[in-house]
């Protein structure tokens, strides 16, 4: 039996890397602003891989605010967690609470159903870029890095690449594109703004999520998700017009 576990393992992690050596769209960061990004392209037929360096999924969201089994979006934003089947319960001042890690689940469930893939243990630490314009992502083993070891990167191409890796807004910062870094807590405004600010920030390269407030020194928000969901969906959206 252990021949063939092997054999199994290795050919199918192959094949899968194999056939992701090329997508239409990598989203960096399976948080919320990712994983809904992912969603979305994937059920419009696009192939897309996501890329997280954690061996979970979710990013920040399953935390809810300080561990607590709790987030908030406000009514408004709520469509696509009710879509997916996410229980909410009514709060105070029009926000609705839900739990954070089954709405994670429910939306890689939905990313994974549409089609996305999504590799874990995977760090992006640079970009390809070909006369200007970001055409992929180079990625090592989380493990390799943490462990200080020095080994040579792969590259991953795809025609639009989407920075949704939280405030660290990485991505954009390998393409040398500005970070100001986030600003201070300002719930409603930065609400708003993070989904003003998500957009093409280089040619091929996208920022959704606390990215894209990252980028632009936007206000932080806390455990309130609406943002974040409305802005993986504009960003799927404006790459969807282009693909
Ligand atoms: O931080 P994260 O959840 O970003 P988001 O989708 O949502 C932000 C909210 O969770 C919360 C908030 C809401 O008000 O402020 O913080 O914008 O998810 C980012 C994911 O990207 C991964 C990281 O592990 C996390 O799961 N990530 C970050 N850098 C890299 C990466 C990298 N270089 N390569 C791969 N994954």
Not at 64 to 84: H, K, N
Not at 150 to 172: I, R, Y
Request: aromatic content about 4%; glycine content about 12%; overall charge negative.
């Amino acid at each position: 039996m252990e021949r063939p576990i092997a054999s199994s393992v290795l050919r199918k992690g192959y094949e899968v890397l194999n056939d992701r050596a090329r997508s239409d769209v990598i989203v960096v960061g399976a948080g919320p602003a990712g994983l809904t990004c992912a969603y979305e392209l994937a059920r419009n037929d696009v192939k897309v891989t996501v890329i997280e360096r954690q061996l979970y999924v979710g990013g920040g969201m399953t935390g809810g605010g300080m561990f607590l089994p709790a987030g908030v979006v406000m009514e408004e934003d709520a469509e696509l967690l009710e879509e997916l089947g996410v229980e909410l319960e009514p709060a105070e001042e029009g926000l609705l609470a839900f739990n954070p890690v089954e709405a994670a689940i429910k939306l890689a469930h939905a990313a994974v159903e549409a089609g996305a893939v999504i590799l874990v243990g995977l760090e992006v630490e640079d970009v390809i870029e070909r006369q200007g314009r970001v055409e992929g992502v180079v990625v090592n083993w989380t493990a390799a890095k943490r462990a200080g070891m020095h080994v040579d990167p792969l590259p991953m191409e795809a025609k639009f690449t989407v920075d949704a890796t939280g405030h660290e807004a990485s991505v954009c910062r390998c393409a040398g594109v500005e970070v100001k870094g986030e600003g201070p807590m300002w719930a409603e405004r930065g609400e708003e703004l993070v989904e003003k600010h998500t957009r093409e920030v280089k040619p091929g390269l996208f920022v959704a999520g606390m990215a894209a407030s990252a980028v632009r020194g936007a206000y932080r928000m806390g455990p309130i998700f609406g943002g974040m969901l409305r802005s993986g969906r504009k960003a799927a959206r404006e790459i969807l017009e282009r693909l």
